[in-house]
C-alpha cells in the first residue's frame, strides 16, 4: 500500500507542476498582450490618432455622406421588402376568394364565366346534404401552415429582404463622391 500512495503523491506533484508551468506561461503571454496594447506606439493607436487629426475630418465627413445615403435607401429596401413578402401571400388569396366568390355569384345567366354548376338548363345536381356538409370546413377555416413551414418561410423573406437591401444599398452608394 506504500507504494500505491507513493505513486498518487509523485502523480499529484506532477500534475501540479505542469499546472503552475501552464498558468506562468499563459500570465506571461496575457500580460504582455496587455502591455503592448496600452503602449500608444501600437499600430492601432497610431492609426487612431492619426484619423483624429483635422486633415482628415473632410475624408470622414465624404465617406459618412457617401455611406449613409445608400445605408439609410438599404434599410427602407429591407424594410419594404420584408412587408411586402409577409403581406402579399395573404393579400393575393384573400383578392382570389373574393374574385371566386364574386364569380359564383354571378353566374346564374346561362353564358359567362360564373360557376358552370350553377347555370340554368340542364340536369340540375341535388343540393349537397347538411350530413356532408358538416365534416367539411370553410375555406376561411382552413388549416394554417405548421411551425416548420412558417420557420421556413420567415428565413427565406429574411435572406430575401437582406439581399434586396444590400444590393439597393449598393446601387445607391455614391461611388463618385
Known sequence: MNSSDGSKSTERRAEAEIFDRF???????????AEASRQSNSKVNQLDILYKRPEF????????????????KGLLATLASFIFLRWSPGAISRHLRK????????????SGSGNPFNKTGGYKLDPPSSEGMAGRTSIDNAEKP?????????????????????YASMYFLDSPK
Not at 498558468?23 to 500580460?31: G, N, W
Not at 405548421?146 to 429574411?158: E, I, K, S, W, Y
Open 23 to 33: 498558468s506562468t506561461i499563459v500570465k506571461d503571454k496575457f500580460t504582455a498582450y
Open 57 to 72: 475630418s473632410a475624408e470622414k465627413k465624404i465617406l459618412n455622406d457617401m455611406n449613409n445615403n445608400g445605408l439609410s
Open 99 to 110: 374574385r371566386a366568390a364574386a364569380s359564383a355569384g354571378t353566374g346564374s345567366g346561362g
Open 146 to 166: 405548421g411551425l416548420f413551414f412558417q420557420a421556413v418561410r420567415l428565413c427565406v423573406d429574411t435572406f430575401v429582404s437582406l439581399s434586396v437591401g444590400a
